[in-house]
């Protein structure tokens, strides 16, 4: 089955730094790549996805890239502010049908200000 | 929409009783899932559903059961609780169609199992 590797499981950096989250997948037959932040104590939220067939994907200060031949995408967070403070959770579609999807075990991200 | 709802948010059991978490959704969501999330750990599936009446095991369903009776409801029980099964369970849905849409999680429960 897939297997998702997630680092670093621990990140800190100044306000106004980068940040970048690397994750690897197994399954070359994943298309779909989402990227979860979860605040302390609260749900999964979905803060920016790419599909198989595109490289690159930004949305404001978040974007995301995949390399499909070396089965890794990362997350970049330009400006970081406080707010970003959280765990970010990398996934990618699973299983027969793409029903499912796995998790990294997490990066927790600290923004000092 | 109130989106995914799980009950109840914390529970504490005791070694060898038996509970029922509840996961309602009302976005009309054909697949549901289970997830378990171990502190340091990522979320671990435990069981998924494409469709009421049809279930499947994830990676980890040791120890529980569910059921997909309906579109809206997807329970989760587990028989005979170990402390193993301390950890916070999240519910999700998506809409079928393709691989590409976004999973919605509900609120979680905490669970304790002393």
């Known amino acids: 089955g897939e297997n998702v590797e997630q680092h670093p499981s621990t990140l800190s950096v100044q306000e106004g730094d980068s940040a970048v989250i690397k994750c690897t997948y197994s399954?070359?037959?994943?298309?779909?790549f989402p990227w979860y932040k979860q605040e302390l104590g609260k749900r999964p939220q979905l803060i920016i996805d790419i599909r198989s067939n595109v490289g690159e994907k930004k949305d404001q200060r978040i974007a995301v890239t995949l390399n499909k031949t070396a089965k890794h995408f990362s997350l970049h967070i330009t400006e970081t502010q406080p707010e970003d403070s959280a765990v970010y959770f990398c996934?990618?579609?699973?299983?027969?049908?793409?029903?499912?999807?796995?998790f990294g075990k997490g990066t927790k991200l600290s923004v000092i200000p | 929409n109130a989106g995914v709802t799980q009950t109840p948010k914390f529970r504490i059991l005791k070694i060898g009783q038996s509970m029922t978490l509840q996961c309602t959704q009302d976005?009309?969501?054909?697949?549901m899932y289970w997830y378990r999330q171990d502190p340091g750990m990522g979320l671990k599936l435990i069981y998924y559903s494409v469709g009421a009446g049809i279930t499947d095991k994830g990676e980890v369903p040791n120890g529980y059961n569910v059921s997909r009776s309906t579109t809206e409801d997807f329970p989760l029980r587990l028989e005979l609780a170990a402390p193993s099964q301390t950890s916070v369970y999240f519910c999700?849905?998506?809409?079928?169609?393709?691989?590409?849409?976004?999973?919605?999680f509900g609120p979680g429960t905490r669970l304790t199992v002393l």
């Open positions: 999700a849905s998506r809409n079928s169609g393709n691989s590409y849409n976004e999973q919605f």
């Open positions: 996934a990618a579609t699973s299983g027969a049908g793409s029903y499912q999807l796995t």
């Open positions: 976005m009309n969501h054909n697949y």
């Open positions: 399954d070359s037959a994943s298309n779909y």
